[in-house]
Protein backbone atom coordinates (compact mmCIF):
# COMPACT_ATOMS: atom_id res chain seq x y z
CA UNK A 1 0.00 0.00 0.00
CA UNK A 2 1.60 3.59 -0.93
CA UNK A 3 1.72 6.35 1.82
CA UNK A 4 1.29 9.92 1.28
CA UNK A 5 3.79 11.77 3.39
CA UNK A 6 4.42 15.46 4.18
CA UNK A 7 7.86 16.53 4.23
CA UNK A 8 8.87 19.55 6.36
CA UNK A 9 11.78 21.80 6.07
CA UNK A 10 12.77 22.51 9.33
CA UNK A 11 14.34 25.98 10.38
CA UNK A 12 11.63 28.40 9.50
CA UNK A 13 8.99 25.76 8.91
CA UNK A 14 8.99 24.02 12.33
CA UNK A 15 11.35 26.44 14.65
CA UNK A 16 12.30 29.65 14.31
CA UNK A 17 15.49 30.36 12.51
CA UNK A 18 17.88 31.75 14.79
CA UNK A 19 20.64 31.11 12.45
CA UNK A 20 22.89 27.39 13.17
CA UNK A 21 20.43 25.81 15.42
CA UNK A 22 22.25 22.95 17.45
CA UNK A 23 21.69 23.95 21.18
CA UNK A 24 18.69 22.50 23.01
CA UNK A 25 18.71 26.52 24.77
CA UNK A 26 18.04 28.14 21.14
CA UNK A 27 15.11 25.79 20.59
CA UNK A 28 12.30 27.85 19.96
CA UNK A 29 8.81 26.07 17.95
CA UNK A 30 7.21 28.26 15.47
CA UNK A 31 3.48 28.70 17.18
CA UNK A 32 1.23 26.20 16.07
CA UNK A 33 3.68 24.18 14.57
CA UNK A 34 3.15 21.05 17.23
CA UNK A 35 -0.41 21.43 16.32
CA UNK A 36 -0.08 20.96 12.71
CA UNK A 37 2.26 18.51 12.93
CA UNK A 38 -0.41 16.47 14.67
CA UNK A 39 -2.98 17.73 12.07
CA UNK A 40 -1.10 16.60 9.40
CA UNK A 41 -0.12 12.89 10.91
CA UNK A 42 -3.15 11.74 10.63
CA UNK A 43 -3.17 11.22 7.22
CA UNK A 44 0.99 11.66 6.72
CA UNK A 45 3.81 10.28 7.18
CA UNK A 46 6.08 13.10 8.31
CA UNK A 47 9.63 13.67 7.07
CA UNK A 48 11.87 16.52 7.65
CA UNK A 49 14.29 17.59 5.15
CA UNK A 50 16.96 20.41 6.21
CA UNK A 51 20.03 21.75 4.82
CA UNK A 52 22.47 21.87 7.49
CA UNK A 53 26.08 23.68 5.86
CA UNK A 54 26.98 23.91 9.70
CA UNK A 55 28.14 20.89 9.95
CA UNK A 56 30.73 21.51 6.43
CA UNK A 57 31.52 24.82 7.58
CA UNK A 58 33.01 23.97 11.33
CA UNK A 59 30.20 25.87 13.11
CA UNK A 60 29.25 22.42 14.57
CA UNK A 61 29.70 19.11 14.09
CA UNK A 62 27.80 16.23 12.95
CA UNK A 63 27.99 14.74 16.67
CA UNK A 64 26.68 17.90 17.60
CA UNK A 65 23.71 18.16 15.23
CA UNK A 66 22.32 14.08 15.62
CA UNK A 67 22.47 14.94 19.24
CA UNK A 68 20.09 18.11 19.16
CA UNK A 69 18.17 16.12 16.85
CA UNK A 70 17.68 13.66 18.98
CA UNK A 71 16.68 16.06 21.48
CA UNK A 72 14.36 17.60 18.89
CA UNK A 73 12.53 13.83 18.01
CA UNK A 74 12.01 13.28 21.78
CA UNK A 75 10.31 16.75 22.70
CA UNK A 76 7.65 16.30 19.43
CA UNK A 77 7.43 12.35 20.75
CA UNK A 78 6.64 13.88 24.20
CA UNK A 79 3.72 16.14 21.98
CA UNK A 80 2.38 13.04 20.55
CA UNK A 81 4.49 13.68 16.92
CA UNK A 82 6.31 10.83 15.24
CA UNK A 83 8.65 11.67 12.22
CA UNK A 84 9.01 8.78 10.00
CA UNK A 85 12.94 9.93 9.31
CA UNK A 86 14.89 13.11 9.28
CA UNK A 87 17.61 13.63 6.39
CA UNK A 88 19.78 16.30 6.85
CA UNK A 89 22.80 17.56 4.01
CA UNK A 90 26.00 18.91 5.86
CA UNK A 91 26.91 20.20 2.59
CA UNK A 92 27.36 23.92 1.74
CA UNK A 93 26.15 24.87 -2.16
CA UNK A 94 29.66 25.19 -3.03
CA UNK A 95 30.17 21.93 -2.68
CA UNK A 96 27.53 20.75 -5.39
CA UNK A 97 26.37 17.48 -3.45
CA UNK A 98 23.45 15.53 -4.55
CA UNK A 99 21.62 15.89 -1.36
CA UNK A 100 20.94 19.36 -0.93
CA UNK A 101 17.91 21.05 -1.91
CA UNK A 102 16.51 21.85 -4.19
CA UNK A 103 18.09 18.10 -5.47
CA UNK A 104 15.87 15.56 -5.12
CA UNK A 105 18.27 12.83 -4.05
CA UNK A 106 16.47 12.55 0.34
CA UNK A 107 12.79 12.39 -1.37
CA UNK A 108 13.83 9.78 -4.18
CA UNK A 109 15.17 8.19 -1.00
CA UNK A 110 11.84 8.17 0.73
CA UNK A 111 9.56 6.84 -1.79
CA UNK A 112 11.89 4.08 -2.69
CA UNK A 113 12.26 3.07 1.60
CA UNK A 114 8.85 4.05 2.28
CA UNK A 115 6.79 3.04 -0.24
CA UNK A 116 5.26 6.37 -0.72
CA UNK A 117 2.19 7.79 -2.82
CA UNK A 118 3.77 10.99 -4.43
CA UNK A 119 0.96 12.64 -6.24
CA UNK A 120 -0.93 12.88 -2.96
CA UNK A 121 2.35 14.16 -1.12
CA UNK A 122 3.46 17.35 -0.11
CA UNK A 123 6.82 19.30 0.57
CA UNK A 124 6.60 22.53 2.97
CA UNK A 125 8.95 25.10 3.52
CA UNK A 126 10.06 28.30 3.77
CA UNK A 127 12.85 28.49 0.84
CA UNK A 128 12.72 28.72 -2.61
CA UNK A 129 15.17 25.65 -2.54
CA UNK A 130 12.04 23.70 -0.85
CA UNK A 131 9.44 24.57 -3.07
CA UNK A 132 12.06 23.67 -5.98
CA UNK A 133 12.70 20.42 -4.52
CA UNK A 134 8.98 19.47 -4.08
CA UNK A 135 8.37 20.36 -7.90
CA UNK A 136 11.20 18.65 -9.00
CA UNK A 137 9.10 15.47 -7.43
CA UNK A 138 6.11 16.54 -9.02
CA UNK A 139 4.82 16.84 -5.19
CA UNK A 140 2.44 19.65 -4.29
CA UNK A 141 4.25 22.16 -2.27
CA UNK A 142 3.38 24.50 0.02
CA UNK A 143 5.81 27.59 0.41
CA UNK A 144 5.28 29.45 4.03
CA UNK A 145 5.63 32.45 5.22
CA UNK A 146 7.31 32.15 8.47
CA UNK A 147 10.85 32.08 8.77
CA UNK A 148 12.78 33.63 6.00
CA UNK A 149 9.42 33.19 3.86
CA UNK A 150 8.05 36.94 3.95
CA UNK A 151 11.46 38.33 3.07
CA UNK A 152 12.09 35.98 0.08
CA UNK A 153 8.79 35.62 -1.43
CA UNK A 154 9.41 37.55 -4.10
CA UNK A 155 12.58 35.35 -5.60
CA UNK A 156 10.53 32.31 -5.77
CA UNK A 157 11.80 29.95 -8.73
CA UNK A 158 9.54 27.90 -9.24
CA UNK A 159 5.55 28.65 -8.38
CA UNK A 160 4.09 27.26 -5.06
CA UNK A 161 0.77 25.21 -5.01
CA UNK A 162 0.20 27.39 -2.21
CA UNK A 163 1.12 30.27 0.08
CA UNK A 164 0.05 29.78 3.88
CA UNK A 165 1.29 32.34 6.75
CA UNK A 166 2.68 29.42 8.63
CA UNK A 167 2.70 25.33 9.29
CA UNK A 168 -0.05 25.46 11.48
CA UNK A 169 -2.44 27.60 8.34
CA UNK A 170 -1.15 25.06 6.14
CA UNK A 171 -2.16 21.88 8.24
CA UNK A 172 -5.66 23.39 8.04
CA UNK A 173 -5.41 23.85 4.16
CA UNK A 174 -4.05 20.57 3.74
CA UNK A 175 -7.08 18.82 5.77
CA UNK A 176 -9.55 20.54 3.42
CA UNK A 177 -8.32 19.46 0.71
Given at each position: MHKKAVFLDRDGTINE???YLYRKEDLI???GAIDAMKILQESFLLFI???QQGISQGIFSEEEFLDF????????EKNGIRIAEVFYCPHTKEENCRCRKPKTFFIEKAVEKYCLDIKDSYMIGDHSSDIETGTGM???T???LSGHGRKHVGELGASPGHIADDLYRAALWIRQQ
Open positions: DVGFIPVTNNKIFLEILDIKIYL
